[in-house]
């Protein structure tokens, strides 16, 4: 309970950093949705970034887990840091010479001729953000979650912070006739959605150099045996990130080219369901927060006696957490909805779909932990994998009949298939007794309970009165499902908020 009461504790501190940083960074979302109020725009907001997920996967190649297994094991941590590091900047260098060098070619590519510039902002934002992912596994591994907060809440301040300067201020400077001159040199409105990417590469940079001046003991210095060794844990990481980013975002890319003939109306598709899946980002953050404090936490505890038992309790409290956020975002989805401009309100139908799919997807990630604590990471790849195959297959045949609504319903029988195969496997290999009569009952309550709400009065088919009447439904079935969490894990709730 102790060490329970730990991990809770450190899951406070980086979800704390993850959810100030991700809301402030949330909040963008309706101020870049009420200024391009044309979906098409957002829609390359989210096609480019979702290749920045798949960039970023490809070039840190499994080396920032490979960093915590290999530091917990070696008695010279800092040659880790330091081999993992110049590693990584040496290929990401490349990467980013090659970007810049054929960065015309690859915008013709991607339908985007007249903006080569999107090319090379991107090149150095991901080149900067995968050099920095080593110095933040540092951070981590020496339980310095605070350091680690502080420099994530930065960049997305930072980013914030420019974005409302090109977006807003600068506009509204020119407007009112206020410093014209000096305004119009720094804002240009053909530029567009581009100033959204010229904030996120200062914020990079600035990260960048926090991480850099916090990174004592830094020596130019690679060993070559070591990286060979943590380069065959990794690479089976790699194909399990990339088979994982296939699932998370590869569907922006895949809505442009299979929903409609139409690039204009595909690009407006995108926007719309990008738009939309960001309302779902509440579950996200939670399960980033974990997957910080959780990673750790499961190396850690590893070679004690009671780790299997205490595998078992974190995930029990993890679908009760991830069973009540999305009873609480679906109920009160009349309200949430306007954090996106109306013209993207007709994707709302995805959110409900995608809540359960981060739900089934942080499942898996406690699920995995048999494959990374054991050192057989050909287990996740496969699954991975496997769960890449099985979007792409339903994507090429659901989004064509039924548009983003197929890359929703992708994403849930994705995720529901390798939660599935994760569970059989972990048996076979590390068996955890996992209360799955507890798990079932706390995720089909919230179904249950969202099914009513949702049947009683459907949250697309409301005037002022029906909205009123349904609110007040929705927060007295939301007191029930906590008052049944109550009820049941009042001892064990009180166990670990006392244990010292």
């Not at 009461?5 to 993850?18: E, H, I």
Request: charged share 15%.
């Amino acid at each position: 309970m102790t060490e329970l009461k730990k991990l809770a504790n450190q899951t406070l501190v980086y979800g704390s950093t993850t959810i100030i940083g991700r809301l402030l960074n949330y909040l963008l979302v309706p101020f870049h949705t009420y200024i391009f109020l044309d979906p098409r725009e957002y829609g390359v907001v989210g096609e480019m970034y979702a290749y920045v997920a798949l960039l970023m996967v490809v070039l840190t190649y499994g080396m920032e887990t490979a960093f915590f297994r290999f530091s917990s094991m070696e008695n010279n941590k800092l040659k880790v840091f330091s081999s993992s590091f110049w590693t990584l900047s040496i290929t990401t260098s490349l990467f980013l010479f090659l970007s810049l060098f054929l960065s015309q070619p690859i915008a013709n590519l991607l339908q985007y001729p007249s903006h080569p510039e999107y090319i090379r902002w991107f090149a150095i934002i991901v080149s900067l953000d995968v050099i920095s992912s080593i110095p933040f596994a540092r951070l981590r591994s020496e339980n310095r979650p605070f350091r680690f907060a502080f420099i994530k809440i930065f960049n997305i301040v930072v980013s914030v912070f420019f974005n409302l300067f090109f977006l807003w201020f600068c506009p509204l400077m020119i407007k009112n006739g206020i410093g014209v001159s000096f305004f119009s040199y720094i804002y240009r409105p053909e530029i567009g959605i581009g100033y959204i990417f010229i904030a996120n590469l200062i914020a990079s940079a600035l990260q960048m150099l926090l991480l850099i001046t916090s990174s004592k003991g830094l020596k130019f210095h690679i060993d070559f045996s070591l990286i060979k060794r943590m380069l065959k844990y990794a690479l089976p990481l790699l194909i399990l990130g990339l088979a994982g980013i296939i699932n998370e975002t590869f569907d922006r890319i895949l809505i442009k080219n299979l929903s409609s003939d139409n690039l204009n109306i595909a690009m407006h598709n995108v926007g719309v369901y990008s738009a939309c899946f960001k309302i779902a980002v509440i579950m996200s953050l939670f399960i980033q927060a974990f997957r910080y404090s959780a990673e750790p936490f499961f190396f850690s505890k590893f070679k004690e006696k009671d780790a299997k038992e205490s595998y078992a309790v974190v995930m029990t409290y993890f679908v009760i957490v991830c069973s009540f956020i999305f009873l609480a975002t679906t109920l009160f989805l009349d309200y949430i909805k306007y954090f996106v401009s109306a013209p993207y309100h007709e994707g709302l139908r995805v959110v409900p779909i995608v809540l359960l799919a981060y739900m089934m997807l942080g499942i898996v990630f406690n699920l995995s932990i048999w494959y990374k604590l054991t050192g057989q990471t050909k287990y996740g790849a496969y699954i991975s994998v496997g769960g890449a195959i099985i979007t792409l297959v339903v994507n090429f045949n659901l989004i064509p009949i039924i548009g983003y609504m197929g890359a929703a319903w992708a994403h849930f029988i994705t995720y529901l298939c390798m939660m599935v195969a994760s569970y059989w496997l972990g048996q076979k290999h590390y068996p955890i007794n996992y209360n799955l009569k507890k798990i079932s009952f706390y995720i089909f309550l919230a179904l249950f309970l969202f099914i009513i709400s949702y049947f009683v009065i459907p949250f697309d088919k409301l005037t002022s009165h029906k909205l009123l009447i349904k609110t007040i439904v929705n927060g007295f079935i939301l007191l029930i499902f906590i008052a049944i969490i109550y009820k049941k894990e009042f001892k064990n709730l009180r166990q670990i908020t006392q244990s010292k």
